[in-house]
Nanobody, 115 residues
């Protein structure tokens, strides 16, 4: 059983920065895609950023130029700069592909950005 352990998050003001990290509790499998999704109250879960094991990244248009995803094997980090109130959401780490039999999700971490 794989677990995704998230850290980071919290309450910040507009324009400030935060970093999220997520580590998968396995080291012997390669994970193809790791990344972050978020869900704001009353909205569907949406992509924030992902990175493949080969280094290919995908970002939501709303975070391009402000957020940066990085990865070291089965750990993924999201550096979030110039945060806005609309970034307020629960952020979920995700992992899929490679040696994984199914998609995995972290427990979620809350980010709140005050105006």
């Amino acid at each position: 059983q794989v677990q995704l352990v998230e850290s980071g998050g919290g309450l910040v003001q507009t324009g400030e920065s935060l970093s999220l990290s997520c580590a998968a509790t396995l080291s012997f499998f390669s994970i193809d895609v790791m990344g972050w999704y978020r869900q704001a109250p009353g909205k569907q879960r949406e992509l924030v950023a992902t990175m493949t094991s080969g280094g290919t990244t995908e970002y939501a248009d709303s975070v391009k130029g402000r957020f940066t995803i990085s990865r070291a094997k089965n750990t993924v980090t999201l550096q979030m700069n110039s945060l806005k109130p609309e970034d307020t959401a629960v952020y979920y780490c995700s992992a899929r592909g490679g040696g994984l039999a199914r998609d995995y999700w972290g427990q979620g971490t809350q980010i709140a950005v005050s105006a």
